[in-house]
Protein backbone atom coordinates (compact mmCIF):
# COMPACT_ATOMS: atom_id res chain seq x y z
CA UNK A 1 0.00 0.00 0.00
CA UNK A 2 1.47 3.38 -0.95
CA UNK A 3 0.71 6.70 0.50
CA UNK A 4 2.17 9.98 -0.69
CA UNK A 5 2.05 13.25 0.35
CA UNK A 6 1.11 16.22 -1.45
CA UNK A 7 4.69 16.90 -2.95
CA UNK A 8 4.71 13.41 -4.41
CA UNK A 9 1.89 13.36 -5.90
CA UNK A 10 2.13 16.31 -7.98
CA UNK A 11 5.55 15.40 -8.56
CA UNK A 12 4.20 12.09 -10.10
CA UNK A 13 0.96 13.60 -11.76
CA UNK A 14 3.59 16.15 -13.61
CA UNK A 15 6.01 13.50 -14.67
CA UNK A 16 3.08 10.99 -15.63
CA UNK A 17 1.82 14.26 -17.83
CA UNK A 18 5.32 15.00 -19.41
CA UNK A 19 5.26 18.16 -17.77
CA UNK A 20 7.83 20.51 -16.88
CA UNK A 21 8.15 22.30 -13.55
CA UNK A 22 8.08 25.37 -15.75
CA UNK A 23 5.11 24.43 -17.41
CA UNK A 24 3.75 23.54 -14.62
CA UNK A 25 4.27 27.21 -13.06
CA UNK A 26 4.01 28.83 -15.81
CA UNK A 27 4.05 32.69 -15.06
CA UNK A 28 2.41 32.51 -11.51
CA UNK A 29 4.83 30.50 -9.38
CA UNK A 30 7.71 30.53 -9.41
CA UNK A 31 9.90 27.32 -10.26
CA UNK A 32 11.77 27.48 -6.63
CA UNK A 33 8.51 27.39 -4.67
CA UNK A 34 7.09 24.51 -6.86
CA UNK A 35 10.54 22.50 -6.44
CA UNK A 36 10.40 23.01 -2.36
CA UNK A 37 6.49 22.02 -2.32
CA UNK A 38 6.95 18.91 -4.78
CA UNK A 39 10.29 17.97 -2.27
CA UNK A 40 7.73 18.66 0.73
CA UNK A 41 9.66 21.43 2.29
CA UNK A 42 7.10 24.04 2.18
CA UNK A 43 2.97 23.28 2.37
CA UNK A 44 1.17 24.96 -0.98
CA UNK A 45 -1.39 27.28 -0.52
CA UNK A 46 -4.54 26.86 -1.79
CA UNK A 47 -4.75 29.28 -4.92
CA UNK A 48 -1.22 27.15 -5.63
CA UNK A 49 -3.45 23.94 -5.37
CA UNK A 50 -6.34 25.23 -7.58
CA UNK A 51 -3.91 26.18 -10.18
CA UNK A 52 -2.22 22.85 -10.31
CA UNK A 53 -5.02 20.73 -10.17
CA UNK A 54 -6.65 22.62 -12.98
CA UNK A 55 -3.48 22.29 -15.03
CA UNK A 56 -2.83 18.54 -13.99
CA UNK A 57 -6.36 17.76 -14.50
CA UNK A 58 -7.09 16.02 -11.21
CA UNK A 59 -9.36 17.12 -7.63
CA UNK A 60 -7.59 19.69 -5.97
CA UNK A 61 -9.15 17.39 -2.69
CA UNK A 62 -7.02 14.58 -3.48
CA UNK A 63 -3.81 16.80 -3.68
CA UNK A 64 -4.65 18.61 -0.31
CA UNK A 65 -4.33 15.39 1.73
CA UNK A 66 -1.14 14.85 3.35
CA UNK A 67 0.37 11.42 4.58
CA UNK A 68 -1.52 11.76 7.69
CA UNK A 69 -4.63 12.39 6.42
CA UNK A 70 -4.18 9.62 3.95
CA UNK A 71 -3.00 7.15 6.65
CA UNK A 72 -5.97 7.93 8.93
CA UNK A 73 -8.58 7.63 5.61
CA UNK A 74 -7.34 4.29 4.54
CA UNK A 75 -7.25 2.76 8.66
CA UNK A 76 -10.85 3.81 8.91
CA UNK A 77 -11.86 2.42 5.38
CA UNK A 78 -9.57 -1.08 6.56
CA UNK A 79 -11.42 -0.99 10.23
CA UNK A 80 -14.79 -1.54 8.12
CA UNK A 81 -13.32 -4.26 6.11
CA UNK A 82 -11.49 -6.47 9.12
CA UNK A 83 -12.34 -9.45 7.50
CA UNK A 84 -10.74 -9.39 3.99
CA UNK A 85 -7.58 -11.50 2.65
CA UNK A 86 -5.37 -8.64 2.64
CA UNK A 87 -6.34 -6.71 5.74
CA UNK A 88 -3.58 -7.95 7.72
CA UNK A 89 -1.07 -7.18 4.89
CA UNK A 90 -2.52 -3.66 4.51
CA UNK A 91 -2.38 -2.84 7.89
CA UNK A 92 1.21 -3.84 8.25
CA UNK A 93 1.74 -1.78 4.93
CA UNK A 94 0.36 1.21 6.36
CA UNK A 95 2.19 0.93 9.90
CA UNK A 96 5.88 0.61 7.54
CA UNK A 97 4.96 4.05 6.28
CA UNK A 98 3.76 5.40 9.00
CA UNK A 99 7.22 4.68 10.77
CA UNK A 100 9.25 5.59 7.63
CA UNK A 101 7.73 8.75 7.83
CA UNK A 102 8.26 9.23 11.60
CA UNK A 103 4.42 9.41 11.94
CA UNK A 104 4.52 8.03 15.81
CA UNK A 105 0.66 8.49 16.51
CA UNK A 106 -0.34 7.41 13.44
CA UNK A 107 1.79 3.72 14.15
CA UNK A 108 0.21 3.68 17.29
CA UNK A 109 -3.15 3.56 15.61
CA UNK A 110 -2.35 1.34 12.90
CA UNK A 111 -0.92 -1.27 15.71
CA UNK A 112 -3.73 -0.62 17.84
CA UNK A 113 -5.71 -2.28 14.29
CA UNK A 114 -3.81 -4.75 13.85
CA UNK A 115 -3.86 -6.07 18.09
CA UNK A 116 -7.70 -6.02 17.40
CA UNK A 117 -7.42 -8.18 14.01
CA UNK A 118 -5.56 -10.69 15.99
CA UNK A 119 -7.37 -10.57 18.93
CA UNK A 120 -10.41 -11.28 16.63
CA UNK A 121 -8.57 -13.99 15.01
CA UNK A 122 -7.30 -15.78 17.93
CA UNK A 123 -3.92 -15.25 16.77
CA UNK A 124 -2.35 -15.48 20.11
CA UNK A 125 1.58 -16.06 19.05
CA UNK A 126 0.90 -13.30 16.14
CA UNK A 127 -0.87 -11.15 19.29
CA UNK A 128 2.07 -11.52 21.38
CA UNK A 129 4.66 -10.11 19.28
CA UNK A 130 2.17 -7.12 18.77
CA UNK A 131 1.35 -6.44 22.11
CA UNK A 132 4.87 -5.55 22.85
CA UNK A 133 5.56 -3.22 19.47
CA UNK A 134 2.76 -1.37 20.45
CA UNK A 135 3.94 -0.99 23.98
CA UNK A 136 7.27 0.53 22.34
CA UNK A 137 5.66 2.85 20.28
CA UNK A 138 3.31 3.83 23.14
CA UNK A 139 6.08 4.97 25.34
CA UNK A 140 6.72 7.64 22.90
CA UNK A 141 3.29 9.09 22.91
CA UNK A 142 2.26 8.93 26.24
CA UNK A 143 -0.97 11.42 26.89
CA UNK A 144 -4.45 11.05 28.11
CA UNK A 145 -5.90 9.86 24.72
CA UNK A 146 -3.04 7.29 23.82
CA UNK A 147 -3.16 6.09 27.33
CA UNK A 148 -6.82 5.17 27.09
CA UNK A 149 -6.29 3.64 24.10
CA UNK A 150 -3.27 1.56 25.44
CA UNK A 151 -5.39 0.57 28.76
CA UNK A 152 -8.55 -0.68 27.08
CA UNK A 153 -6.01 -2.35 24.12
CA UNK A 154 -4.17 -3.96 26.86
CA UNK A 155 -7.24 -5.28 28.56
CA UNK A 156 -8.65 -6.56 25.61
CA UNK A 157 -5.67 -8.56 25.10
CA UNK A 158 -5.60 -9.70 28.47
CA UNK A 159 -8.91 -10.78 28.54
CA UNK A 160 -8.33 -12.91 25.49
CA UNK A 161 -5.40 -14.78 26.96
CA UNK A 162 -7.81 -15.48 29.90
CA UNK A 163 -6.03 -13.06 32.05
CA UNK A 164 -9.28 -11.59 33.84
CA UNK A 165 -7.69 -10.19 36.79
CA UNK A 166 -4.50 -8.71 35.10
CA UNK A 167 -7.03 -6.94 32.70
CA UNK A 168 -9.43 -5.85 35.42
CA UNK A 169 -6.35 -3.97 36.36
CA UNK A 170 -6.44 -1.74 33.35
CA UNK A 171 -9.85 -1.73 33.66
CA UNK A 172 -10.42 -0.51 36.87
CA UNK A 173 -7.46 2.03 35.99
CA UNK A 174 -9.92 3.34 33.12
CA UNK A 175 -13.00 3.33 35.64
CA UNK A 176 -11.56 5.37 38.65
CA UNK A 177 -10.38 8.14 35.61
CA UNK A 178 -13.69 7.63 33.62
CA UNK A 179 -15.62 11.08 34.13
CA UNK A 180 -12.15 13.09 33.70
CA UNK A 181 -11.36 11.37 30.37
CA UNK A 182 -10.21 13.77 27.33
CA UNK A 183 -13.24 15.03 25.35
CA UNK A 184 -12.05 13.89 22.43
CA UNK A 185 -12.93 10.49 23.57
CA UNK A 186 -17.35 10.42 23.18
CA UNK A 187 -19.51 8.74 25.20
CA UNK A 188 -19.67 5.01 23.46
CA UNK A 189 -15.62 4.82 23.67
CA UNK A 190 -15.76 5.82 27.26
CA UNK A 191 -18.84 2.84 27.52
CA UNK A 192 -16.20 0.40 26.37
CA UNK A 193 -14.78 0.54 30.09
CA UNK A 194 -17.29 -1.00 31.73
CA UNK A 195 -18.83 -3.08 29.10
CA UNK A 196 -15.38 -4.83 28.96
CA UNK A 197 -14.97 -4.53 32.82
CA UNK A 198 -18.22 -6.70 33.16
CA UNK A 199 -17.22 -9.07 30.16
CA UNK A 200 -14.19 -10.03 32.61
CA UNK A 201 -16.18 -10.21 35.44
CA UNK A 202 -18.63 -12.72 34.01
CA UNK A 203 -16.04 -15.20 33.13
CA UNK A 204 -14.70 -14.84 36.43
CA UNK A 205 -18.31 -15.55 37.23
CA UNK A 206 -18.51 -12.61 39.76
CA UNK A 207 -21.97 -12.08 38.82
CA UNK A 208 -22.75 -9.77 41.57
CA UNK A 209 -19.89 -7.14 40.98
CA UNK A 210 -20.75 -7.45 37.13
CA UNK A 211 -24.01 -5.90 38.02
CA UNK A 212 -22.80 -2.86 39.46
CA UNK A 213 -21.84 -2.04 36.02
CA UNK A 214 -25.36 -2.93 34.20
CA UNK A 215 -26.25 0.75 34.21
CA UNK A 216 -23.60 1.93 31.85
CA UNK A 217 -24.24 -1.13 29.47
CA UNK A 218 -27.65 -0.28 29.39
CA UNK A 219 -26.40 3.42 28.13
CA UNK A 220 -23.97 2.01 25.85
CA UNK A 221 -26.82 -0.64 24.42
CA UNK A 222 -29.45 2.89 23.96
CA UNK A 223 -26.60 4.98 22.23
CA UNK A 224 -24.41 2.44 20.14
CA UNK A 225 -25.34 1.72 16.27
CA UNK A 226 -22.95 -1.41 16.29
CA UNK A 227 -25.13 -4.26 16.14
CA UNK A 228 -22.05 -6.66 17.39
CA UNK A 229 -21.98 -4.55 20.14
CA UNK A 230 -25.92 -5.05 20.98
CA UNK A 231 -25.61 -8.72 20.41
CA UNK A 232 -22.46 -8.92 23.04
CA UNK A 233 -24.59 -6.93 25.33
CA UNK A 234 -27.85 -9.08 25.22
CA UNK A 235 -25.44 -12.24 25.51
CA UNK A 236 -24.12 -10.52 29.07
CA UNK A 237 -27.83 -9.80 29.91
CA UNK A 238 -28.27 -13.48 29.68
CA UNK A 239 -25.39 -14.46 31.38
CA UNK A 240 -25.87 -12.23 34.29
CA UNK A 241 -29.38 -13.20 34.76
CA UNK A 242 -31.00 -15.03 37.21
CA UNK A 243 -34.51 -15.04 35.15
CA UNK A 244 -35.79 -18.01 33.33
CA UNK A 245 -37.89 -15.47 31.10
CA UNK A 246 -35.17 -14.53 28.70
CA UNK A 247 -36.46 -15.34 25.51
CA UNK A 248 -36.39 -11.76 24.37
CA UNK A 249 -32.48 -11.14 24.86
CA UNK A 250 -32.03 -15.11 23.54
CA UNK A 251 -33.68 -13.56 20.19
CA UNK A 252 -31.76 -10.41 20.12
CA UNK A 253 -28.56 -12.16 20.37
CA UNK A 254 -29.83 -13.98 17.16
CA UNK A 255 -30.96 -10.96 15.63
CA UNK A 256 -27.86 -8.94 15.96
CA UNK A 257 -24.62 -11.03 15.72
CA UNK A 258 -26.75 -13.11 12.62
CA UNK A 259 -24.21 -10.89 9.94
CA UNK A 260 -21.53 -12.02 12.59
CA UNK A 261 -21.25 -15.90 11.92
CA UNK A 262 -17.83 -16.39 14.25
CA UNK A 263 -19.17 -14.14 17.47
CA UNK A 264 -22.74 -15.39 16.99
CA UNK A 265 -21.11 -18.72 17.51
CA UNK A 266 -19.06 -17.67 20.15
CA UNK A 267 -22.46 -16.38 21.74
CA UNK A 268 -24.41 -19.93 21.71
CA UNK A 269 -20.89 -21.95 23.15
CA UNK A 270 -21.42 -19.62 25.88
CA UNK A 271 -24.96 -19.69 26.19
CA UNK A 272 -24.54 -23.60 26.45
CA UNK A 273 -21.89 -23.58 29.17
CA UNK A 274 -24.55 -21.49 31.06
CA UNK A 275 -27.11 -23.54 30.54
CA UNK A 276 -25.27 -26.48 31.41
CA UNK A 277 -24.56 -24.90 34.55
CA UNK A 278 -28.18 -23.93 35.41
CA UNK A 279 -29.04 -27.80 34.87
CA UNK A 280 -30.77 -26.55 32.01
CA UNK A 281 -29.68 -29.84 29.66
CA UNK A 282 -31.93 -29.71 26.84
CA UNK A 283 -31.59 -25.86 25.76
CA UNK A 284 -27.76 -25.95 26.76
CA UNK A 285 -27.90 -29.05 23.54
CA UNK A 286 -29.71 -27.23 21.60
CA UNK A 287 -27.33 -24.06 21.87
CA UNK A 288 -24.29 -26.12 21.50
CA UNK A 289 -25.61 -27.74 18.37
CA UNK A 290 -26.82 -24.25 16.61
CA UNK A 291 -23.33 -23.04 17.73
CA UNK A 292 -21.30 -25.49 15.54
CA UNK A 293 -23.75 -25.24 13.08
CA UNK A 294 -23.44 -21.91 12.54
CA UNK A 295 -19.44 -21.49 12.45
CA UNK A 296 -18.12 -22.91 9.25
CA UNK A 297 -15.56 -25.62 9.57
CA UNK A 298 -12.58 -23.43 7.79
CA UNK A 299 -12.95 -21.04 11.07
CA UNK A 300 -12.83 -23.80 13.44
CA UNK A 301 -9.28 -23.61 14.51
CA UNK A 302 -9.50 -20.15 14.93
CA UNK A 303 -11.91 -20.46 17.61
CA UNK A 304 -10.18 -23.48 19.01
CA UNK A 305 -10.10 -21.85 23.01
CA UNK A 306 -14.08 -21.18 23.33
CA UNK A 307 -14.68 -24.72 21.75
CA UNK A 308 -12.16 -26.72 23.72
CA UNK A 309 -13.72 -24.48 27.25
CA UNK A 310 -17.01 -25.75 25.86
CA UNK A 311 -15.81 -29.50 25.40
CA UNK A 312 -14.51 -29.33 28.78
CA UNK A 313 -17.44 -28.09 30.51
CA UNK A 314 -19.72 -30.48 28.57
CA UNK A 315 -17.23 -33.89 29.46
CA UNK A 316 -16.80 -32.56 33.18
CA UNK A 317 -20.02 -32.48 33.87
CA UNK A 318 -20.51 -36.37 32.60
CA UNK A 319 -22.51 -35.08 29.35
CA UNK A 320 -20.65 -37.93 26.85
CA UNK A 321 -23.26 -38.62 24.53
CA UNK A 322 -23.63 -35.00 23.76
CA UNK A 323 -19.64 -34.07 23.61
CA UNK A 324 -18.98 -37.28 21.56
CA UNK A 325 -21.04 -35.27 18.71
CA UNK A 326 -18.03 -32.73 18.83
CA UNK A 327 -15.04 -34.11 19.85
CA UNK A 328 -13.77 -34.75 16.43
CA UNK A 329 -14.39 -31.60 15.18
CA UNK A 330 -12.13 -30.33 17.89
CA UNK A 331 -9.16 -32.88 17.87
CA UNK A 332 -9.24 -31.70 13.53
CA UNK A 333 -9.76 -27.66 14.69
CA UNK A 334 -6.59 -28.56 17.52
CA UNK A 335 -4.57 -29.71 14.98
CA UNK A 336 -4.93 -27.43 12.63
CA UNK A 337 -4.36 -24.49 14.92
CA UNK A 338 -1.40 -25.92 16.04
CA UNK A 339 -1.39 -24.98 19.14
CA UNK A 340 0.38 -27.67 21.72
CA UNK A 341 -1.86 -26.77 24.43
CA UNK A 342 -5.44 -27.43 22.84
CA UNK A 343 -4.03 -30.37 21.22
CA UNK A 344 -3.09 -32.16 24.11
CA UNK A 345 -6.31 -31.74 25.55
CA UNK A 346 -8.63 -32.27 22.49
CA UNK A 347 -6.32 -35.78 22.57
CA UNK A 348 -7.39 -36.01 26.56
CA UNK A 349 -11.13 -35.36 25.44
CA UNK A 350 -10.89 -37.92 22.61
CA UNK A 351 -9.31 -40.60 24.97
CA UNK A 352 -11.91 -39.83 27.84
CA UNK A 353 -14.96 -40.14 25.38
CA UNK A 354 -13.76 -42.88 23.75
CA UNK A 355 -13.06 -44.88 27.11
CA UNK A 356 -16.82 -43.85 28.61
CA UNK A 357 -17.62 -45.62 25.02
CA UNK A 358 -16.41 -48.73 25.65
CA UNK A 359 -13.26 -48.48 23.19
CA UNK A 360 -10.50 -48.81 25.51
CA UNK A 361 -7.77 -49.67 23.10
CA UNK A 362 -8.08 -46.52 21.15
CA UNK A 363 -8.73 -44.68 24.37
CA UNK A 364 -5.37 -45.66 25.74
CA UNK A 365 -3.50 -44.21 22.29
CA UNK A 366 -5.18 -41.22 22.67
CA UNK A 367 -4.47 -41.01 26.76
CA UNK A 368 -1.03 -41.84 26.50
CA UNK A 369 -0.10 -39.28 23.91
CA UNK A 370 -2.07 -36.60 25.74
CA UNK A 371 0.06 -37.83 28.68
CA UNK A 372 3.45 -37.37 26.99
CA UNK A 373 2.76 -34.55 26.22
CA UNK A 374 1.80 -33.41 29.55
CA UNK A 375 4.76 -34.45 31.29
CA UNK A 376 7.15 -32.39 28.78
CA UNK A 377 4.93 -29.61 30.44
CA UNK A 378 5.36 -30.55 33.90
CA UNK A 379 2.12 -29.57 35.05
CA UNK A 380 2.03 -31.93 38.38
CA UNK A 381 -0.99 -31.27 39.93
CA UNK A 382 -2.95 -32.31 36.59
CA UNK A 383 -0.39 -35.13 35.67
CA UNK A 384 -1.77 -36.88 39.01
CA UNK A 385 -5.21 -36.65 37.47
CA UNK A 386 -4.53 -38.17 33.95
CA UNK A 387 -2.19 -40.64 35.36
CA UNK A 388 -5.27 -41.66 37.28
CA UNK A 389 -7.60 -41.67 34.05
CA UNK A 390 -5.23 -43.99 32.57
CA UNK A 391 -4.80 -46.18 35.35
CA UNK A 392 -8.61 -46.67 35.39
CA UNK A 393 -8.70 -47.71 31.34
CA UNK A 394 -5.75 -50.17 32.18
CA UNK A 395 -8.06 -51.95 34.48
CA UNK A 396 -11.17 -51.77 32.83
CA UNK A 397 -9.04 -53.39 30.04
CA UNK A 398 -7.77 -56.38 32.61
CA UNK A 399 -4.14 -54.96 32.65
CA UNK A 400 -3.83 -54.59 36.37
CA UNK A 401 -0.14 -54.73 36.42
CA UNK A 402 0.07 -51.16 34.30
CA UNK A 403 -3.37 -49.73 36.17
CA UNK A 404 -1.45 -50.58 39.57
CA UNK A 405 1.46 -48.70 37.81
CA UNK A 406 -0.07 -45.54 36.58
CA UNK A 407 -2.28 -45.11 40.32
CA UNK A 408 0.91 -45.53 41.87
CA UNK A 409 2.66 -42.62 40.08
CA UNK A 410 -0.48 -40.45 40.33
CA UNK A 411 -0.17 -41.29 44.29
CA UNK A 412 3.50 -40.15 44.07
CA UNK A 413 2.72 -36.93 41.71
CA UNK A 414 0.11 -35.41 44.39
CA UNK A 415 2.21 -36.40 46.92
CA UNK A 416 4.94 -33.75 45.59
CA UNK A 417 2.24 -31.23 44.91
Request: aromatic share 10%; hydrophobic share 40%; proline share 1%.
Given at each position: ?98 ENN ?154 YLK ?156 AHV
Open positions: MEILSTGEKIRRARVKRGMTLKALCGSEISVSKMSTIENDKVQAEEWILDLVAKRLGIEKESLKKDIIQEVTDQLKKLSENMFTKTYEKDVKGLIKVTKLSHQTFLARIQLVDYYIEKGKIEELNVEISNLYRTYINIVNAETQYLYCLTMAKYLYTTSEFENALVFLNYLMSNFYTLPDSIDQEARLQIPFMTVSCLVYMEDYEEAKKYLPYVKELLEITKNDATKGQIHLLYCLISTSEDLKESYDKIDEEYPEMHARAKYFLAVKLLDKGDTERAYKEMAEAAKIISPDKMSDNIEMIMDAMNKFVGAGHYEEASKYVDMVVNAAIENQNPNCVERAYYFKGILLAESGNFNMAETYLSVSLDMLIKKGRTRELAKRYRDLANVYYKMDKKEEAIRYFSMSIQTE
